[in-house]
Structures are given as C-alpha cells and as structure tokens.
C-alpha cells in the first residue's frame, strides 16, 4: 500500500497536469497512458484516478474518529484582518486542539487578497504545505477556517496527508464533553450535517449489483453498476438526521414545559453568556453553591445547568449556565444547539461574563454579541462581568471599564468567581437590573381610560382584549407600577395576597 503521507512518485502524467500522479492501474485493470489520458480528457482522467482506492484507504473525505497527535495549523491573513488578529486567532486554534488532544509542532500564516477558489492557499502554499508536514512528522493540517468539501478534498489529495478546519475541531471538543442526552444528540446532528457533503464513494467497487432474473440480464435496469456504497452511507446519515432532529423536537418540548412551569410561578431568569474558558461555570458555583464541572479548558460544560439563586422575603430567581461561545462559532453547531442558546433569548437578564485576564477581552465581547445577535437575544439586558479579577493586573482592569463604559454605555462589576471578590456586588446588581416583578390582572377599563390600555401594552404582555359597549375587557401580565395604575379598574387587588404567592 502506498504511504499516503508522501507524494507520489510515478513519472506518467496527463499533459499540463499540476496535480499528483496517475496510479499504475485504473478500475479496469489497463494501465492508463499518456495517449488514452488525452483521449478520455484531463477531467475524466482526474475522475477516474480519484475512484481508485487503495487497501486502507478512507471512505471518507474527513475521519472525524481517527486521532490527530502533531498538527501544522495554518492561517490567511484577508484584507480587513490585521497580524495581531490573526495572530489571536491561531492561539486560539492552538489552544482548541491542546483542548482536543493534539499537539501544533508548526504555524504557517500566508497573505492573500481573497482565498484560492480549489485550494484556498493557492498551488505554491499547498506543495511547501505538504513538504513541511512531512518533515515535522505531522499527521494533520489545520486550517484556522471554514474549507469548503471541494477544497477539503483537493488539499488532501495533493498533501497526502489528513486536512481538517477549524470547524471539525470544535465538533470533536463538544463530541468529548457533551454528557446529556440532548447534548449528544445536538453534538451528533452537527457532525453528521458536517460530514454529508465530504462523503467519498468508492467507485464501483463496493456497488450493490440487482439479484435474481434481473442480475441476469432479463430486465430493462438490470445492468449498470447499481447503488453504489455511498449513496447507502448517504441515506443512513439522512435518516440519522432526521431521527436526532425529532429527538431535539422532544427535548426541547420537555424544556418549554419547564420553562412555562417557571412563568406560571413568575420565577424570573438570569442566563450567564460569554466566550468560553471566561469562568461563567465557576461564577454559577460562587453565588448559587452548586457544583458544576470547573476546568480550565475550552467548552469544558455543554450541557445547560439552571440553579436557583434564594433572595430576599422568599424571592427566588433561576440562574443558567449556557454553552460558551468563540470565534467563528461554526453555523451548523449554532443551528443544532439553537434551542439550547435561545434561552439566552427568553431570559429577562443576560449576565455577559468576561475573561478580564485575557488580552483579547474586547474582541472576546464582540463575538459573544455577534452570536448573540444570531440567535436573537440582543435585545434582552444586559450586565458585563469582568471576571478573574485576582489575576489580572489591576491597572488593565480599570481600563479596560472605562474602555467598556465609553464605547458600549456599560457600568460592568469586578468579580472573582475564585476567591468571591465582587459577588455580593454582582448579587446587588442582578436585583437592580432585572425587570420589575410582573403580575397578572384583569379587568375592564372604560374608554375614557384607554391610556390604561396602552400604558398595559408598553409595560407588559395583553393575553386577552375584548371590547363592548363600556369599555375594555383586560388580562395581562404587567409590572408593579403599571398595576398601581390599573389597580381601581380590576377585578381584584393584586397587592391584596401575600407577596409570596405572586413573587414565585
């Protein structure tokens, strides 16, 4: 078998052909010369050698479950992206593969105008890529973006070596840390929508032929190479999907009971957002006491966790710890997580938590809000954090506030999730911030009140309107001052009960 981490050797090439070099023997058993590669076409030639498979080789363009150990990461410097980005960027595509299990022996960043449509660093980049990879003993490269299969498959054809990007290892870190059910599920709806398009055939070799009479020549479709493996493989991924689809349908039914279990009892939310590794699990375990999995490592907790946080005179709030976020958040895993991340949506308060530590701490807040904003949730407040705080130079701290309260209008508080440094602070601040305890009325609100009416649409939510000759019929779930308001207008007081009936 040849060693697909060299390039190949054999001298017969089709004329003007950059590529790798034909194999010794095609599927139909005949050598394939010079003459017959100009006969067939440069394209049909290419076609033809891509089909053949050697023993061992893989069905797939990329194996998400062969193990990377030494990779080379490359990175494009685009017009709009400066060296310190970019620079921010392979540091983080390094810090993803330590978190994955692999070690980056070498770092290639190259400058280009636009990305090569075939190959994406151009033919030059891709030879000193291959030349490299085999001199470091790398079993991988890993580009910092998105590569199309078309790109993918190329790259690996004429490196011989395995080609993956950014997206795959973040697939393969959640496929490692995800635990739950509905976490798995998501993990595998997103690998399997990834993988789809790179699937490889095997020619006609793996060819499932038609049996009985028709094999025998005695019908019209009995002849030909028949259905192929991977138009198989393609099927069972596609009712793969579709069975994870259904199973995320129910999950998410399972957490919409829940959630409206909290809203009949007016228990308000606080979801923790921010990029990962910025310490929104470890804050979580400060101020609620609970116990979740704490790791300095990249997107080491998936799976959502909700915790109550007790205030004062019985009031009580749900705190939930979301997945985090990173650069170039791979739109499949956004899309297969959608219905864990919108809860960030429906919470009444975002608490936006930030590595203060990190050198790149403002542009770890514009991709959170980039994020953010795809799933819907920008317009739901928002409290910045500034965490790790006891590591930080304090100096850089308070500029960077200052920074934070001049460009984004945010009064962000100092925290400590290691030593509790700023946590009552914080627990102070989520009270002033969350939206005024809602309550439910109903009442009729004669017309010459309509401002009422109005006052209840601004101020809350209108579940029934109804008009006669009198007046308004109202239901509504509105906040304390709106229902002073409406107060001599309803059916009964709602300040008549016991706080802790309504305040939940």
């Known amino acids: ?69 030494r990779a080379v990461i490359v990175g494009v410097q685009l017009p709009g992206t400066t060296a310190a980005e970019l620079d921010a960027s392979l540091d983080e595509l390094e810090a993803l593969l ?9 770092r290639v960043v190259q400058r280009r105008d636009a990305p090569d449509t075939a190959t994406f660093v151009g033919r030059g980049k891709v030879a000193e890529l291959r030349d490299l990879a085999a001199a470091v003993g790398a079993d991988a490269v890993v580009f910092d973006d998105d590569l199309a299969p078309a790109q993918q498959r190329t790259l690996e054809e004429r490196i011989r070596q395995k080609v993956l990007d950014r997206t795959i290892v973040i697939l393969d870190i959640f496929a490692q ?53 991977l138009e198989v493989d393609r099927r069972r991924i596609m009712r793969r999907i579709s069975k994870l689809k259904r199973d995320l349908v129910d999950y998410t039914r399972i957490r919409d009971t829940k959630a409206a279990e909290r809203d009949r009892r007016q228990v308000q939310t606080v979801a923790l957002v921010g990029y990962t590794n910025a310490g929104k699990s470890s804050l979580l375990n400060r101020i609620t006491g609970a116990e979740v999995l704490v790791e300095d490592r990249l997107f080491a907790t998936l799976d959502p966790t909700v915790r109550r946080l007790p205030l004062e ?23 297969a997580f959608k219905s864990t991340l919108e809860q960030s949506a429906s919470a009444d308060l975002l608490l936006h938590v930030v590595d203060a530590s990190h050198p790149e701490a403002e542009a770890h807040i514009v991709a959170v809000h980039d994020v953010l904003e795809e799933i819907g949730a920008d ?21 960077l506030a200052r920074r934070l309260k001049a460009e984004l209008d945010a009064d962000p508080v100092l ?36 401002d009422l009416v109005a006052l209840a649409h601004r101020q809350g939510t209108v579940l029934e309107e109804t008009h006669d000759d009198h007046g308004t019929r109202l239901v509504a779930d509105v906040d304390e001052d709106a229902a002073l308001e409406l107060r001599e207008h309803l059916d009964a007081d709602p300040f008549a009960r016991e706080p802790e009936s309504w305040e939940g």
């Open 313 to 335: 005179e019985g009031r009580q709030i749900v705190l939930t710890d979301t997945v985090g976020f990173v650069r170039k958040l791979p739109h499949g895993l956004v899309e």
């Open 177 to 229: 840390h995800a635990t739950s059910r509905e976490g798995k599920a998501q993990v595998e709806l997103a690998q399997l929508t990834y993988l789809l398009p790179r699937l490889r055939g095997w020619g006609t070799a793996l060819s499932r032929q038609a049996g009985g009479r028709v094999a025998g020549g005695a019908g019209i479709g009995g002849r030909g190479p028949g259905e192929t493996q």
């Open 415 to 450: 925290v400590s999730a290691v030593t509790g440094v700023g946590a009552d602070d914080l627990i102070e601040r989520i009270k002033l911030r969350l939206p005024r305890q809602r309550v439910r009325v109903a009442g009729h609100i004669p017309y010459a009140r309509q």
């Open 98 to 106: 330590d978190t994955a299990g692999a070690e980056v022996v070498e």
């Open 1 to 69: 078998m040849r060693d697909l981490t060299t390039p190949a050797t054999d001298p017969d090439r089709a004329p003007g052909d950059d590529g790798d070099a034909f194999p010794a023997d095609l599927d139909d058993g005949q050598p394939l010369d010079l003459d017959d590669a100009a006969a067939i076409g440069r394209a049909e030639a290419r076609r033809r050698r891509r089909e053949v498979l050697e023993e061992g080789a893989p069905r797939e363009g990329v194996e998400i479950i062969r193990r990377v150990e």
């Open 379 to 399: 317009r739901v407040p928002e409290q910045l954090v500034l965490n790790k705080v006891d590591v930080a130079d304090p100096a850089v701290v308070d500029a």
